[in-house]
């Protein structure tokens, strides 16, 4: 089926749909928060067995996204976050209706599938929208995960605080249902973009495996013990884990996640910057909030009620909103390498901005605000940079990996933060709280995190602009691609761009009467799936890889018989 850009004004609806998409599956994460101290009460269990309440959602979430994104690729994205919004919906269902633990964690886990949206949104657009509107809306897209977690918990603890906390489930249920019809009704079909290849089961569980080691050995390392047995046996498990599934990626024939691709410089720092990114977001989080909430006699405790409290971290999601579009300008503008670098300078100015304001509610709720507009600038460059350097049917498991990147800086950033404040304590009546002295080594330490990120990305190579097409072999004006009938062009593909190819570009290229990148989206053009078979477009598939790569080859040895005939030149003796 051939897939037509939507108009310029339906293009404002799928950007809004999807952006509430992303804000609902990031609600999900945050939902509980404010009912931790009540849960072992609601629920007739432990304190350390509620604590599963939250722990299931991110577990799941880290495992699922990748499953998704792959399948987003094979079956098409809105198909899949269609079918997202139906766990999404289920989950909240369970819990509304739970009143024990078992039902409670299995309801949770079911909303944790919701945070595979985000990646198939921000895959979706590119697909859907005329490439001058995909840098802004990728990068309010990607922002939404911010969004969701800090306007959130005000609203939940609101609710936790004045209503019946099965409300809190009753309204996300309402919210998921509503998302899924407005993804029915104005998210037009987006097409699979993968033309052959099935769900790796085996890397699947492999890497679910790896994760549930890694982030149960993290998250529950405090209390467990760092040095006890279960902790050191699943971080263990999951290095061994993780390397039996790199060495099955690389050998199966369509993997779940490529690793080849991933280990392209622009793609793999990248998600190195984001691991770093999602550390520096999630120690702010942790800090800020308890500084609030802690009481004021301490003298460095701000003596703020949980909902007080929230609706002072409130304007930091407001501001992740506000700079995304100022951030697509910048990408737009100088590139998202700078976006995704300034951003990380700002993230490490919110952080020095927190330490110098810790006295105030006011001052919290500034350095706030700095640290979100940095992690919105952040946030919005990622998927451009991801984008730019694989091909186009790789997008969604791209962006799906990239999202469990920041997913796992964020798990580490709560043991390490974790720890730091259980080391560093004061007691007070008999209660052991974190001391001034921990919070601001918990802030050096995300401000220490943030320049990181920043150096790395420094490394990162030379990009193009995050919303002009790559030019493979003769631009088009934008009028022209935002106009056509046929699918919109698209962030551009870095892996051929001709940059790389010289004056190999158009070497052994078959017959194509739409150039790559102007209508028809590479390597299958829709005129091709309606006179071959799948192994005649499996065959042509692999025949344009094996191309591309020897156009690669050569053109490096060509170069170098250049350089090497232009220095015999240079040498030959005069006369």
Known sequence: MVHSAPSPRSGGGIVSVLAVAGIVGSLMQTLVVPLIGRLPRLLHASAADTSWVITVTLLVGAVATPVIGKLGDLYGKRTMMLVCSVPLVAGSVVC????????????????????????????????????????????LMSSSMGIGGALGLPISAAVAEYADWRVLFWGSAALSVLV??????????????????RLDLVGAFGLGAALVCLLLGVSKGGDWGWSSGATLGLLGGAVLLALLWGLWELRVRDPLVD???????????????????????????????????????????????????????????????????????????????????????????????????MGWSWGLMIAGCVGSAGVGLAYGAMPAL????????????????????????TSVCAAVIGVVLAQLTVTVGGHTLPSETGFRTALLIGCGVAVVAALVTLTLPKTRTADAPAPVAAAPPATTAATSPAPAPVAGPAPAAADVLGPWEDAFRTHDPAPEGRHHPRPVQP????????????ELLWLRRENAELRRELDVLMRGAGVWLKNLADDKPAG
Do not use: C, H
């Open 96 to 139: 509304a209706l739970s009143g024990s633990l078992i039902p409670m964690i299995a309801g949770r886990g079911l909303q944790g599938l919701g945070v595979g949206m985000i990646p198939l949104g921000v895959s979706a657009l590119r697909d859907l929208l005329p490439p001058q509107r995909v840098g802004p809306a990728i990068a």
């Open 180 to 197: 899924g019809v407005l993804i029915w009704l104005l998210v037009p079909a987006t097409p699979a973009a993968a033309v052959r290849g």
């Open 259 to 357: 690793l080849r691709t991933t280990a392209r410089p622009q793609v793999l720092l990248t998600n190195v910057a984001s691991i770093l990114v999602g550390f520096a977001m999630y120690a702010q989080s942790l800090v800020l909030i308890q500084i609030l909430q802690l009481p004021a006699a301490l003298g460095y405790g701000l003596g703020q009620s949980m909902l007080a409290a929230g609706l002072w971290m409130a304007p930091s999601g407001l501001m992740m909103m506000a700079v995304s579009s100022l951030g697509a300008r910048l990408s737009a503008a100088r590139g998202p390498k700078t976006s995704l670098f300034v951003g990380a300078l700002v993230i490490a100015a919110g952080y020095g901005t927190a330490l110098g304001l």
């Open 386 to 409: 991801i984008m730019g350097a694989v091909p186009r049917s790789e997008t969604a498991s791209a962006n799906s990996f990239n999202t469990l990147m920041r997913s796992i800086g």
């Open 527 to 538: 005129a091709e799936t309606g006179v071959l078979s799948l192994e005649e477009r499996d």
